[in-house]
């Protein structure tokens, strides 16, 4: 298991091993749940950030404040989103994110997949962002490039551990589960990064499951940068 501390050279890999995603470059945001947790009673008011680029997230309405679980995804803390909660950052989506170069990570299980409800995106634009779909059973990401809303899709289960991976370069948007297989769609830049992140929330419904993880930077990392944040990931959170 990776832990925390300075890269470590592998003789055999020969290339770096990344302890945490602060070792990869041009990271924007990192949240995780047990580091920069405010509690309000049980529920969480704000998650800081601790890519080191100031990206926080809070929710002042106490009504709308997810859940901490001190032992949630396994048996890491993570934060319960009842389908009525939210966080926000006050910075726009372009502070995580270019128009055609982005990676994000988020570790969740969904406890309702059916509808539209938003794992992470904009406030107000829905110019790209991530969510389990109107379908049921499938995880969807879009993406807005002044065309069409271009989607990438995977099926998915509830009450199930995901890592999701959603990436975007200059000619296409990328979704994958825990490792598996990507789906690729073309799509083009981003329209509009300009309404603020947010986490639980969107244009669309409001999620009902967990988060325990949220890693973003801006450009879309490289197959060994990939390789190297999913075995982070799958350490910690036992994800075969």
Known sequence: MLGAGSPIVGVVHQQPRYANPRDVPNLTLW??????????????????DQSGSGNDVSQATA?????????????????????????????????????????????????????????????????????????????????WDGAAYDIATQSAAADTKYIVHARH????????LNGGTENTVASGATTNLTFAMTLGRGTGGLLDGKIAEVVAYNRALNASERALMLDYLKARYSVA
Request: aromatic share 12%; proline share 2%; hydrophobic share 45%.
């Open 63 to 143: 009504a709308n404040q997810p859940t901490f679980r001190a032992s949630g995804i396994n048996g890491q803390p993570d934060l319960d989103f009842d389908g009525g909660d939210s966080l926000v950052s006050a910075a726009a989506l372009s502070a995580f994110f270019g128009a055609q170069a982005k990676s994000l990570y988020l570790v969740t299980s969904i406890d309702t997949i059916a509808g539209d409800r938003n794992l992470f995106g904009d406030n107000a634009g829905g110019f790209f962002f991530a969510r389990s779909s109107a379908v049921a059973d499938r995880l969807d990401l879009f993406n």
């Open 169 to 176: 370069d200059t000619s296409n948007i990328y979704l994958s």
């Open 31 to 48: 949240l995780r749940g047990d580091m920069g947790i405010t509690l309000n009673g049980a529920t969480v008011s704000a998650w800081a």
